[in-house]
C-alpha cells in the first residue's frame, strides 16, 4: 500500500464535498454521469444536450478531477470548436444518419499522434514540441466521424518501454496516475489514463493501445471495458510504437456497447499502415460490429478454462467467489464451460525471457522507434540513442520518482533482426501454434476465459484478439475484470460473449475514490 500524504487527504476530503454538492445541485451532471453514446446521442436527438455542454461538462471534471487521478496530460485547446461544429453539424443536417461518435468526447493515450495544438509524446519530455506529419490513422477516423477530440491521456512513459521498474500510470509529463476506485492501488497501464479517465467519467470514451497488456490490464483493475483488436484490425499508422508485430489501438470504455461504437469508428484500411490493415480487413463484418451486441451473445458458445496458472484463488477469497457465481451465470445463459484445459508450455509464454518476446520486442522496438522519430516533422530526438541522451541530461526533469530507463537502454543496445531475435520469433511462432491455437482448435473454442489480465501474452505474441469485462470488486474495492480471447478475427464473437456476460451481471459501479 502506498502510504498518502497529509495534503493529498485533505484533497482528497474536498473532492467527496465537490462530488457530493455537483449530485446534489446540477441534475445534468447526473444524467452525463454514466451516460453512454446511446444515451448521448438521443439527447442530442431530442435537444436536450448540446455538444458543447456534454465537452464542458468534461472540462469542468478535469479540472476538478485530475489533480488527484491525473488521467490527462493536455486537453485540446479546440475542444469547444469542435463541438460547436458538430452542435452546427447536426443542426443543419437533421435527416442525415450521423456517426454515433458524431459531437462524443473522446481522449487518446498521448501516444496517438495529433496534427493539431496538442504534444504527442508518449508521456516523455523529449518529445515535447515535436510536429508530426500528420494525424494517426484511427484519428482521422475519428475526425471524419465527428468525434470531439478531448485531449491526451497520461500512460506509462513510452507505454512501459522506458524501464523495467517504471511505476504503472506513470510518466514524466503526466505524472502518477491514480486508481479512483482506490487511490493508492495499482491503475494499472500502459493505457493507465485512458482507463481511469472513462471511470471517472472525465470523457465519454478513450482510446489505448496494446503491446502486451496495456488496454486489457488497466481495463480490468479500473472497472471498464478494453477491446484489443487483432493485430492490423485499427492503423498503427502515426502511434508511437512498441512493435508493428504486437501493437494494436482499441477502446477503452464503461460498457460494451460503447467500446463497440469506437472499434467502428477506427478499424479498416490505411495506406500508411498498408500491409497489417489490407490483411486484416477480411476480418471486417459487413455492417459494423453493433449487429453482435446480442442480449443471448453467449447462447451456445464454448468457453475453454485454463485452470493453470489463471485459476489460482489464493489470498483471493473475492475473485474466488465472484467466478464461481460467474460460472453459473454462464452456464444459464447458455454457454458451454469446457473445464481443465492446458495450453502447451503456458509457463514459458508467460515469462518474457523464456519465450523469446523480451528479445524479439527489444530488438524491435529500436527499429520502430528510430523509424517513427525520423518521419517527424521537426522534433528535438530522432533516434533511440537521442532520446537516451535527452533524459541523462534532463535527469531532474525525468528522473522524477529515480525512474531509470533500463528498457530504452537494453534496446539501444540490440542490433536489428539477427540470429537471436529470429529464433526467438520462430519460438514465439511455435509457442502460439503448439499452445493457443491448437486448443482453441480441438475443442471448438470461441474464446478462453480468465479472471483478470494474466493472460496477455498468450494473446500478443499472436496477435490475437481479447475484450476485459468488469467482473468485481475485491474486499479493499479495487476493481477486476474477466478476460475473453479468442483467435485473429474473432471480434464478432469476442463482443457477443463480452456483451451477453456484461448484461447477465452489470458490475460496473462508478469510482468511489477511496484513499
Ligand atoms: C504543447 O507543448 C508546448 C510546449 O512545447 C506548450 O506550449 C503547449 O501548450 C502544449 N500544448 C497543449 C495543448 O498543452
Ligand atoms: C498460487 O498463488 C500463490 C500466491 O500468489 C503462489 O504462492 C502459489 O504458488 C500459486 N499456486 C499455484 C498452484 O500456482
Ligand atoms: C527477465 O530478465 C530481466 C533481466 O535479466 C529480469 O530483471 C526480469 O526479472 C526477468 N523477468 C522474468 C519474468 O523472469
Given at each position: 500500500m502506498v502510504n498518502i500524504p497529509i495534503r493529498f487527504r485533505l484533497f482528497l476530503r474536498y473532492l467527496c464535498l465537490l462530488s457530493s454538492l455537483s449530485l446534489v445541485f446540477t441534475s445534468q451532471a447526473i444524467s452525463i454521469r454514466e451516460a453512454s453514446i446511446s444515451d448521448l446521442q438521443l439527447a442530442f436527438k431530442q435537444n436536450r444536450l448540446t455538444s458543447r455542454q456534454l465537452t464542458k461538462f468534461y472540462l469542468g471534471e478535469i479540472r476538478r478531477l485530475n489533480p488527484v487521478l491525473r488521467a490527462i496530460i493536455e486537453v485540446n485547446p479546440d475542444a469547444l470548436n469542435q463541438a460547436d461544429r458538430a452542435d452546427r453539424e447536426r443542426k443543419a443536417e437533421k435527416h442525415v444518419l450521423l456517426s454515433s461518435l458524431h459531437g462524443i468526447p473522446v481522449l487518446l493515450k498521448d501516444s496517438i499522434a495529433t496534427k493539431d495544438k496538442q504534444n504527442t509524446t508518449a508521456g516523455s519530455f523529449a518529445l515535447l514540441g515535436s510536429v508530426v506529419a500528420r494525424d494517426a490513422g484511427v484519428v482521422a477516423r475519428l475526425r471524419r466521424a465527428g468525434a470531439v477530440i478531448l485531449g491526451k491521456a497520461n500512460l506509462n512513459e513510452w507505454s512501459g518501454f522506458r524501464s523495467l521498474t517504471q511505476p504503472n500510470g506513470w510518466s514524466a509529463r503526466g505524472g502518477q496516475g491514480r486508481n479512483p476506485y482506490v487511490l493508492s492501488a495499482d491503475p494499472c497501464g500502459s493505457s493507465g489514463g485512458s482507463a481511469i479517465a472513462v471511470a471517472a467519467n472525465m470523457v465519454a470514451v478513450s482510446l489505448g493501445t496494446e503491446t502486451d497488456g496495456s488496454i486489457l490490464c488497466p481495463a480490468s483493475v479500473n472497472s471498464a471495458v478494453g477491446i484489443k483488436p487483432t493485430v492490423g484490425l485499427s492503423s498503427r499508422a502515426g502511434v508511437i510504437p512498441i512493435t508493428p508485430r504486437q501493437d494494436t489501438v482499441g477502446p477503452i470504455c464503461r460498457t460494451v456497447s460503447d467500446a463497440v461504437d469506437v472499434l467502428d469508428a477506427i478499424v479498416g484500411y490505411d495506406p500508411n499502415d498498408a500491409k497489417a490493415t489490407r490483411e486484416a480487413s477480411k476480418y471486417l463484418p459487413q455492417g459494423g460490429y453493433r449487429q453482435f451486441l446480442k442480449v443471448h451473445g453467449l447462447h451456445g458458445k464454448r468457453l475453454g478454462i485454463?485452470?493453470?496458472?489463471?485459476?489460482?484463488?489464493t489470498n483471493k477469497p473475492s475473485q474466488a467467489l465472484a467466478f464461481t457465481k460467474h460460472f453459473a451465470t454462464l452456464r444459464q445463459a447458455g454457454a458451454v464451460l469446457v473445464d481443465n484445459l492446458k495450453i502447451k508450455n503456458i509457463d514459458v509464454i508467460l515469462n518474457f525471457n523464456l519465450s523469446g518476446e523480451g528479445t524479439a520486442v527489444l530488438a524491435e522496438f529500436k527499429i520502430a522507434l528510430d523509424a517513427y522519430l525520423e518521419e517527424l516533422v521537426s522534433s528535438p530526438v530522432r533516434s533511440l540513442a537521442d532520446v537516451i541522451a535527452f533524459n541523462q541530461k534532463n535527469s531532474k526533469l525525468e528522473m522524477t520518482n529515480q525512474v531509470d530507463q533500463s528498457i530504452l537502454l537494453a534496446s539501444e543496445f540490440t542490433n536489428g533482426i539477427g540470429s537471436a531475435e529470429k529464433a526467438a520469433l520462430s519460438n514465439l511462432g511455435k509457442l502460439t501454434r503448439e499452445g493457443f491455437e491448437k486448443l482453441m482448435m480441438r475443442y471448438e473454442l470461441d474464446a478462453v476465459m480468465t479472471p483478470g489480465f494474466d493472460f496477455t501474452p498468450v494473446l500478443a505474441i499472436g496477435g490475437f484478439p481479447g475484450i476485459s469485462v468488469p467482473a468485481g470488486y475485491d474486499t479493499e474495492g479495487v476493481p477486476f475484470g474477466i478476460c475473453f480471447g479468442g483467435l485473429q478475427g474473432s471480434e464478432p464473437k469476442l463482443i457477443e460473449i463480452g456483451y451477453g456476460f456484461e448484461q447477465a451481471t452489470k458490475i460496473r459501479e462508478p469510482p468511489s475514490f477511496r484513499p
Open positions: 485454463v485452470r493453470h496458472p489463471f485459476f489460482n484463488f
